[in-house]
DNA sequence: CCAAAAGTGTTAGTGATACACCCATGT
DNA sequence: ACATGGGTGTATCACTAACACTTTTGG
């Protein structure tokens, strides 16, 4: 049930939309982190997000704010879980509802917006302190990022659209954070069926050049695996 | 980031929490409902919720709705999904964070409050129209149970403390909606050391008790089983 | 002794892991 | 010819799925 009384009368909490952008860069998994230029919290770096608007939805919201921010756009976006401890905010009630997203890093320009003094990639590794209850937010973004890779084929966003076994490999071998058997990973992925193989070899390579493949479109956007 | 601005200046939408309540019954999954007292959606039936106060977590929220409006406490309860189609509720702009709940119904008694005119156990294959976008929002729960059911041990919310091996693989029968063999659900529950044996047996049946067993509890409260 | 549910093992198939060598290309 | 990563197969083990009969109790 919605309520029992008229919504007008009752305080409301501010609503805000936060969103863990990660990428795979210099084989590295990388999250994007904005340098804040308002209080509270100036000068230190977050995770980038802000007011829903009272007209657009929720994922609505998180794509406009990483566009604005960071001029991201066209990510791979899932909901991740809302955070309203009362206190999260020091200034007044804040729920925010964070949202998980990955993109190949070479498909954009960052630029800071003027709300944001700086946007940057860190890697996960070396993180630095983060405003409000960000650190919290990240580590949970962060396993189910480990999930999602295992269970489903988000890995493909992060890639271009043709790739080597290798590449799609060491996307996994970077975000689980552990070496992987190349005859096993090769017959897995040749076993469910999702990459397709295209003619094309890479170039530009100082030895045999692999093949390239692509994802396979007869699987929809993103497959659970299991 | 949380914003920009002072989240004073913004217009804010309510937020509310609902619960999605499950529970086994009478052979059946259930789901627990209220029906509204007010408008909009006068006399439908509703998943029970309400809004958020100013000072309580979202989980402390959950908790307070579920007990005023149905009498309903002590229940499993985790994090679903916050919807917030702006255009959900027809008056003004709500989102809610979802909740879903598992219960074994015999350890309460369901009580209307002044808020709601009815409150009822619906069998989730005999559901009437609901109110809102309740109807996606449940369907959403259900997946998410079958899914927790199948790779965590929360079956045994559903469950008095001592309980047969068979009580327990009909809560996996029911739910799931398949047969499942005996000897290999056994073979699996045995293997995975989810519960220990008790020396007591069934009483009041008319043909060989059971063995009760409880769930075993050096496994912490809710284990991931892969 | 009959009805009802409890309890128990084996086999076959499928998927996961461990492991080492030859191949194609550029320099 | 050498250095670099590309590409391939087999054996073992663990887990899953299919399947039927005997036991214990109450009536």
């Given at each position: 049930m919605e309520e029992e009384f008229d919504p007008e009368k009752y305080d409301r909490p501010s609503v805000t939309v936060d969103i863990i952008l990660f990428t795979i860069k210099n084989g590295d998994l990388?999250?994007?982190?904005?340098?804040?230029d308002l209080e509270p919290f100036k000068d230190m770096w977050a995770i980038p997000g802000g007011f829903v608007r009272m007209e657009e939805s929720l994922e609505e919201a998180a794509k406009r704010e990483l566009l604005e921010e960071t001029?991201?756009?066209?990510?791979?976006?899932?909901?991740?879980?809302?955070?309203?401890?009362?206190?999260?905010?020091p200034r007044t009630r804040v729920i925010t509802v964070s949202y998980f997203a990955l993109v190949n890093s070479d498909k954009f320009k960052l630029k800071a917006?003027?709300?944001?003094?700086?946007?940057k990639w860190f890697s996960i590794y070396e993180l630095p302190k983060l405003a409000f209850d960000h650190q919290d937010i990240l580590e949970y973004a962060l396993k189910r990022l480990r999930?999602?890779?295992?269970?489903?084929?988000?890995?493909?966003?992060?890639?271009?659209?043709?790739?080597?076994?290798?590449?799609?490999?060491?996307?996994y071998e970077i975000i689980m954070h552990k070496q992987l058997d190349?005859?096993?990973?090769?017959?897995?992925?040749?076993?469910?069926?999702i990459v397709k193989e295209t003619s094309e070899y890479q170039s530009d390579v100082t030895h045999r050049p692999a093949k390239l493949y692509k994802k396979n479109t007869k699987i929809g956007e993103i497959v659970e695996i299991f």
């Open positions: 990388k999250v994007l982190l904005v340098k804040r001029n991201v756009k066209d990510v791979y976006l899932e909901q991740l879980y809302t955070f309203g401890n009362p206190k999260r905010d917006s003027t709300d944001v003094k700086d946007v999930w999602k890779l295992e269970y489903t084929t988000v890995a493909f966003s992060l890639l271009p659209e043709r790739f080597t076994l290798t590449e799609l490999q060491t996307i190349k005859r096993n990973f090769r017959k897995k992925v040749k076993a469910l069926d």
